[in-house]
């Protein structure tokens, strides 16, 4: 009897310890959901996005700008708001004097502090901005998963530049970035139809401009007037760089990408039929632009009861 007690209360005892186990691995493993704060901040999402249409509408590239943190974020370890970090990322060549946007995003954040204090992380504000971004400029949505957490360091300089692209790349170069973060060689075209939006400065591509010969000669000429004060900014999309389309395309098929990277998607080699195809499809363009948005939200979150949800996003708690 005492044995049978004793082996009884053994069991309940690894009962308890197991479902506290199972309960720990599935909540800090758990999954995106687009309804994350279904009950926690209902206002989450319409908070975002009536911030972003009207920082858009002030200044239409604050949409490009929006789109390409998230972007920088998610390539350098996960998901997890790490490029708002002061120091740290922000401070790698990719991204110092070069990212913006973040006034926007620390404006969100205040305004959800308000109204759900503690819930709605800093990861996801980025993630549904870069979405809602999109749209403003005419591009296609997709829903957003939720429930990313923030981390409580930033990345390193070599982090970013290990893991964020140059424009110096070529094009095998390029699908290998992509590729060590798990997209095709289709995803990447289709992800850097992103500069279909938003601008470069001059610095970025002047070498491209006055040395390469894969470019279209009035666009050569018409781009460097425009670059004599070499701190300037040129459109990434000389035909609409407002509107979310597949203009991007049609100029590399022209030769009159900005960046060398850019032109690199069709310069001969095995992303050129890609480039084409999007030229002269847009709807394929934009449904395969929003699933590779999806999965790159995907990247490595912190989720369940990693990391953190940051009061500041430029500062861990
Ligand atoms: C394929 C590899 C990529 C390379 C080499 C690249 C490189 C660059 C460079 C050099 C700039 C100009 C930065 C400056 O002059 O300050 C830029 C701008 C931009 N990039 Fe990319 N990028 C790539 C992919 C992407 C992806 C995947 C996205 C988004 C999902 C993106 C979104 C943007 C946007 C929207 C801008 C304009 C930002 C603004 O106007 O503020 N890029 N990119």
């Given at each position: 009897?005492?044995?049978?007690?004793?082996?009884?209360?053994?069991?309940?005892?690894?009962?308890?310890?197991?479902g506290?186990?199972?309960?720990?691995?599935?909540?800090a493993s758990?999954?995106?959901?687009?309804?994350?704060?279904?009950?926690?901040?209902?206002?989450?999402?319409?908070?975002?996005?009536?911030?972003?249409?009207?920082a858009?509408?002030?200044?239409?590239?604050?949409?490009?700008?929006?789109?390409r943190?998230?972007?920088?974020?998610?390539?350098?370890?996960?998901?997890?708001?790490?490029?708002?970090?002061?120091?740290?990322?922000k401070?790698?060549?990719?991204?110092?004097?070069?990212?913006?946007?973040?006034?926007?995003?620390?404006?969100?954040?205040?305004?959800?502090?308000?109204?759900?204090?503690?819930?709605?992380?800093?990861?996801?504000?980025?993630?549904v901005?870069?979405?809602?971004?999109?749209?403003?400029l005419?591009?296609?949505?997709?829903?957003?998963?939720?429930?990313?957490r923030?981390?409580?360091?930033?990345?390193?300089?070599?982090?970013?530049n290990?893991?964020?692209?140059?424009?110096?790349?070529s094009?095998?170069?390029?699908?290998?970035?992509?590729?060590?973060?798990?997209?095709t060689?289709?995803?990447?075209?289709?992800?850097?139809?992103?500069?279909t939006i938003?601008?470069?400065?001059?610095?970025?591509?002047?070498t491209?401009?006055?040395?390469?010969?894969?470019?279209?000669?009035?666009?050569?000429t018409?781009?460097?007037?425009?670059?004599?004060?070499?701190?300037?900014?040129?459109?990434?999309?000389?035909?609409?760089?407002?509107?979310?389309?597949?203009?991007?395309?049609?100029?590399?098929?022209?030769?009159k990408?900005?960046?060398?990277?850019?032109?690199?998607?069709?310069?001969?080699?095995?992303?050129?039929?890609?480039?084409?195809?999007?030229s002269?499809?847009q709807?394929?363009?934009?449904?395969?632009?929003?699933?590779?948005?999806?999965?790159?939200g995907?990247?490595?979150?912190?989720?369940?009861?990693?990391?953190?949800?940051?009061?500041?996003?430029?500062?861990?708690?």
């Amino acid at each position: 009897m005492a044995s049978f007690n004793s082996s009884s209360s053994t069991i309940t005892t690894f009962k308890f310890h197991f479902g506290a186990f199972l309960l720990l691995v599935g909540v800090a493993s758990a999954q995106l959901a687009s309804n994350f704060y279904g009950t926690s901040c209902p206002s989450v999402l319409s908070v975002i996005k009536s911030a972003v249409d009207s920082a858009v509408s002030n200044e239409a590239r604050m949409g490009a700008s929006l789109l390409r943190l998230h972007f920088h974020d998610c390539f350098v370890n996960g998901c997890d708001a790490s490029v708002l970090l002061d120091g740290g990322e922000k401070t790698a060549p990719a991204n110092t004097n070069s990212l913006r946007g973040f006034e926007v995003i620390d404006s969100i954040k205040t305004q959800l502090e308000s109204s759900c204090p503690g819930v709605v992380s800093c990861a996801d504000i980025l993630s549904v901005a870069a979405r809602d971004s999109v749209v403003a400029l005419g591009g296609p949505s997709w829903q957003v998963q939720l429930g990313r957490r923030d981390s409580a360091t930033a990345g390193s300089v070599s982090d970013v530049n290990n893991n964020v692209p140059s424009p110096a790349l070529s094009v095998s170069g390029l699908i290998s970035a992509f590729s060590n973060k798990g997209f095709t060689a289709k995803e990447m075209v289709a992800l850097s139809g992103s500069h279909t939006i938003g601008q470069a400065r001059c610095t970025t591509f002047l070498t491209r401009i006055n040395n390469e010969t894969n470019i279209d000669s009035s666009f050569k000429t018409s781009t460097q007037a425009q670059c004599q004060n070499t701190n300037n900014f040129v459109p990434l999309d000389v035909t609409s760089p407002t509107s979310f389309d597949s203009a991007y395309y049609r100029n590399l098929l022209n030769q009159k990408g900005l960046l060398h990277s850019d032109q690199q998607l069709f310069s001969g080699g095995s992303t050129d039929a890609q480039v084409r195809a999007y030229s002269s499809n847009q709807a394929a363009f934009r449904t395969d632009f929003a699933n590779a948005m999806i999965k790159m939200g995907n990247l490595s979150p912190l989720t369940g009861t990693n990391g953190q949800i940051r009061t500041n996003c430029r500062k861990a708690n």
